[in-house]
């Protein structure tokens, strides 16, 4: 697998350096391509395997700055306000995601589970978006933000672990098998939480490396 290009592609750079930042290797069997510009809804297949390699994704880049914000004001509201509503024998209770892992917590043999869904629900999904919120504000800005190489490698690490989709996957199956024996009233954060997950599979579609190649075409000076 080859790294991936410099960002200081803008600033001057040997001649073999230069060459090299305009490979891209396939992500499923190694194969190294020159990079060349797309049209407008191209995308680049490995000859080898048939792999995507990278797409054309200019609108895309352009389109990731609000889906970035208004991810951020949805996992606000759907952290705020409560997942579900139920109604026990007269028992009313409701809970939010944050009263769930806490719940979890309190339980010494679900600690772990309790970290678990604490990591892939709340802290990893929000650090991606506020470290694409870093990376993204400047460059909008025609800016490259300080630290640019360690964020966007810090955000291709945190993606993997991000599981938002999974955990509201869990707490639906949960209220349809509770509601055989309580009254469940689904929460706004249910609502936001399924909005969430639908901005997220779209600002996750575009490919974080694809933002070497826009800060090469930015005019950062
Ligand atoms: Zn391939």
Known sequence: MMPDPAPEVARDVPAADAGRRHL?????CDAVYQRTDLAEGERAQCLRCGGTLYRESTRAYHRLLPLVVTALILFLVSNVFPIVEMDLKGIHTQTTLWGAVQALYADRNMALVALL????????PLAEMLMMLYLLAPM???RLPAGFEHVLRCIQRTRPWGMIEVYLLGVVVTLVKLSTVADI???AALWSFSALVVVMAVMLSFDPRDLWQYVKKEPLQ
């Open 24 to 28: 891209i290797a396939c992500i499923c």
């Open 117 to 124: 869904v604490f990591a892939t629900t709340i802290l990893f």
């Open 140 to 142: 909008a800005r025609h």
């Open 185 to 187: 009233v689904p929460g």
